[in-house]
């Protein structure tokens, strides 16, 4: 069994050896070699080979025949092949020389191949290389212009989109490396640009200020003289258009961005000729190029650092509103101080402004209006500090018309100046004030200046001369033949003309303050009032009251101060004319000019009474009575020197008082002889005076006649009767009591109406009889033994008694 099946095995692995490849016999052996009958598989194997060799030699014995006569046909074929191999071999060379021509031209239309694909890869690359440089020339151009934001723009454009299409070169990168710093660089150099444009416009705000007042007083004067052209064409929206052509592409990426020449001279202010015509003025933003300001907004703006920018801008203006808000500290001393203040002030927010309306953001309303009120608080501040210094109308008033002229300005670029006019009228108080001692001086040499007399014409013309200047309604002295007087002194005209000049003057400052006609009719009525109260009645008190004022002058001033007074109306109806509005307009203020006149012609009425009293003073001063003396036998007693030469000076004295209004001058005359009496009175019983004669008080008596005959003549005229002789009747009855001695009707009638010695008071009498007493008693040492003598004591002594029962009786 175990031999059937190493054969069978062996049987097997010769046919895995006859059926499988050559390489792959390997294990196929290994498994023989691995077994123990290798001898036998050796033996199996070589009787197959023989096997096979027989089957080989039986086949090659069948084919033999054709195998010799195949041989016969390859040695036929042999010499053909000979034959066709030469062939071959020649055609060869003839191809391998016509090849060699091909193949040089293949290899020429190879290179030239890759030369055209390499100019094609070269184009291509070059495409996108060309703009980057061109970009990057182009920006460097830009730079050397200064027109720093298409230079960004251009930055921007060849980094997002030129470079990465480049590809990778070196230049490339080198490129990339120098953007970040081309952004700083333009970064820099905007913000330098602007630095010297704030500090430019810094500078120069003065002239744009003064550009911008230049041209809206000048609108303002194209509207008062044509009434169609609108008010609007001085506001904001028309100055914006017509400095639009100079400021347009001041936002945009062409050539607006660049610097200028006349920036890169000024940093901002351009060079505009001042001379010429006056209507050619140009507008105040036509000065100033803002294209720094532009082009910073819009770098910064592209760089993402607006708002670094906006807080930088705003902080940089803030500073350089409080440096403009500072004023001079002697500014207050002339009227270009105050211009160069409010020209900076104006300058500043004209450019502000005009930044709000052309930066969108960079500057907005509210910051604006913060600026404003800080200003205008700053401003209103020191305009009353300032304008408290100054004592000159002249100034105060240019000072006034270049606020308004400020503050119209200011308003035309839609700034609200409210406050401005409410300090104007602030103002108005102390100009008043100012104008009051102007015209305080100006009356006071007026008067100083004043001879007191009436004024004499003698032609038509210098009647007509003086009647232009004074409202004299006077029929009768219109046809009086010339020369003749006016009956005021230059006083009165110089004085009408200087009221007017006043009203004329307070008038030129309500001007241009937006009051209505009422408002400003109503504060010159009241600053006239006050001229009028104060100033006019002081100075007039003051020429009454100075010294060496003598009785002429004052009545000179009594009858300037009537005619005056007489001229109120006329002031009345001047104001109204000026103003428009009717003198009888409810709540209308009225003049006080007729009491203002009234109380210094009263006052010199008084003072008039007063220096007359005391003239007569200084005539009784030379009064010298003897008043110890006898009683003159015989023959009339001749009135005193000093009574007679008094007399004589209140008659002159009284003739002067016929232009006088009638009540003055009974009243002065009145006065006087009342003076008169009450001064001898006072003689009579004056304490000092111990002792009187009989013949002192008939001296006394023969005055007083005197004094009566003055007044029964009738020095001026209106005494009804004898009304002037009461003024000396205490006096006349009392001499008349002692010259007759009529004690017993005295003592008999006291108290009663009908008594004849009604004024003579008891008190007075007892005074008098105590010293006529001490006289007999002294005066005659031998009195005592002359019996009259003693007997007049006793009467005196009876008197004397009955006096004091009287006085007892009614008196207690």
């Known amino acids: 069994m175990a031999s059937m099946e190493t054969a069978a095995e062996h049987e097997r692995i010769l046919r895995e050896i006859e059926s499988t490849d050559s390489n792959c016999i390997g294990p196929t052996l290994r498994s023989v070699y691995d077994g123990q009958e290798h001898g036998l598989f050796v033996e199996k194997l070589d009787m197959r080979i023989r096997n096979h060799d027989r089957e080989i030699e039986k086949m090659c014995n069948h084919h033999f025949q054709g195998f010799v006569d195949s041989i016969t046909e390859l040695l036929k074929v ?82 997002l989109t030129c470079l990465p299409r480049a590809g990778q070169y070196r230049f490339c990168s080198i490129m990339a490396e120098n953007i970040p710093k081309l952004r700083t660089q333009i970064r820099d150099t905007a913000m330098t640009q602007l630095r010297d444009f704030l500090e430019s ?15 809206a007083q000048l609108q303002r004067s194209l509207d008062s003289s044509v009434s169609t052209q609108p008010r609007a064409l001085i506001g904001r929206r028309g100055r914006k258009e017509a400095a639009a052509a100079a400021l347009t592409g001041a936002g945009t990426d062409g050539g607006g961005q660049g610097g200028s020449p006349a920036s890169e001279q000024d940093s ?58 500072q004023p001079h500290s002697n500014m207050h001393e002339t009227l270009e101080g105050y211009r160069r203040y409010f020209n900076q002030i104006v300058g500043f927010f004209v450019v502000e402004d005009h930044v709000l309306h052309t930066t969108h953001g960079l500057v907005n309303r509210a910051y604006v209006e913060e600026l404003w009120e800080l200003a205008l608080s700053k401003i209103v501040a020191a305009l009353r500090t300032h304008s408290s210094y100054c004592d000159d109308p002249d100034l105060v008033l240019d000072l006034k018309n270049l606020i308004v002229l400020f503050a119209d300005t200011l308003q035309g670029y839609g700034f609200p100046v409210t406050q401005l006019f ?112 104060r100033t006019l009645s002081n100075c007039l008190h003051y020429a ?16 300037n101060t009537t005619h005056l007074e007489q001229s109120c109306q006329f002031l009345e109806e001047f104001i109204s004319n000026i103003t428009n509005v009717p003198p009888d307009t409810a709540n209308a203020t009225k003049l006080y000019g007729t009491s203002t006149f009234k109380d210094a012609r009263h006052a010199a009425e008084a003072e008039i009474y007063t220096s007359l009293n005391a003239k007569i003073d200084q005539f009784l001063q030379l009064a010298d009575y003897e008043w110890l003396t006898a009683v003159q036998g015989g023959g009339t007693v001749a009135a005193s020197d000093y009574l007679i030469d008094l007399i004589a000076f209140l008659k002159s004295t009284f003739s002067v008082f016929t232009n006088l209004p009638g009540k003055v001058a009974q009243t002065a005359c009145m006065s006087a002889c009342k003076h008169i009496s009450t001064s ?6 004056d304490p000092e005076l111990r002792q009187i004669s009989m013949g002192a008080l008939h001296q006394l008596n023969a005055d007083v006649k005197e004094c009566e005959s003055f007044a029964r003549a ?77 007997d007049r004591q006793r009467l005196i002594d009876t008197v004397i008694k009955q006096l004091r029962n009287v006085i007892a009786q009614h008196h207690t």
């Open 680 to 685: 001898l009175m006072q003689l009579l019983l």
């Open 78 to 159: 042999r010499g053909e092949a000979q034959k066709l191999k030469s062939q071959v071999t020649e055609t060869n060379r003839h191809l391998q020389d016509d090849g060699r021509e091909l193949i040089s031209s293949m290899e020429e239309l190879k290179q030239c191949r890759v030369q055209q694909r390499n100019i094609a890869t070269t184009i291509d690359k070059l495409t996108h290389c060309l703009p980057v440089l061109e970009m990057y020339s182009r920006l460097q151009e830009q730079m050397r212009a200064r027109r720093y934001y298409p230079a960004l723009r251009t930055l921007e454009q060849l980094e």
């Open 544 to 559: 009454i009251k100075k010294k060496n004022v003598g009785l002429a002058e004052l009545v000179q001033v009594i009858i």
């Open 714 to 790: 009738g020095p001026v005229a209106g005494f009804q009767g004898d009304t002037l002789l009461l003024a000396f009747s205490d006096l006349r009855q009392l001499l008349e009591l002692f010259t007759q001695w009529d004690w017993s009707t005295y003592l008999a009638d006291y108290g009663k109406s009908t008594c004849k010695y009604l004024r003579v008071n008891p008190h007075t009498a007892l005074a008098l009889l105590e010293k006529m007493r001490e006289t007999s008693r002294k005066n005659n040492v031998f009195a005592q033994f002359r019996k009259t003598d003693r």
């Open 201 to 215: 416009i810094r500078k120069h705000s003065d002239k744009i200020g003064e550009t911008a007042i230049r041209q």
């Open 268 to 325: 901002g202010i351009l060079d505009v000729e001042e001379e010429g015509e006056e209507d050619d003025v140009p507008g105040a933003q036509d000065l100033v190029d803002f294209s720094p300001v532009y082009s910073c907004l819009h770098i910064y703006t592209v760089l993402g650092l607006r708002d670094v920018f906006e807080n930088y801008y705003r902080k940089q203006r803030r500073k350089q509103a409080r440096l403009v808000l």
């Open 422 to 533: 409410d300090m104007l009228l602030e103002i108005r108080e102390q100009y008043g004030e100012i104008l009051l001692k102007r015209w305080n001086i100006a009356f006071r040499q007026v008067l100083d200046q004043d001879n007191f007399s009436p004024i004499p014409v003698s032609t038509e013309q210098e009647y007509r001369h003086y009647t232009s200047q004074f409202p004299l309604q006077d029929p009768e002295l219109d046809k009086l033949p010339f020369p003749k007087k006016l009956p005021f002194s230059e006083f009165v005209p110089k004085v009408y003309c200087q009221l007017k000049e006043f009203i004329y003057a307070c008038l030129k400052y309500s001007e241009d303050l937006h009051l209505s006609s009422t408002e400003v009719d109503d504060m010159i009525r009241k600053s006239t009032n006050l001229l009028l109260t």
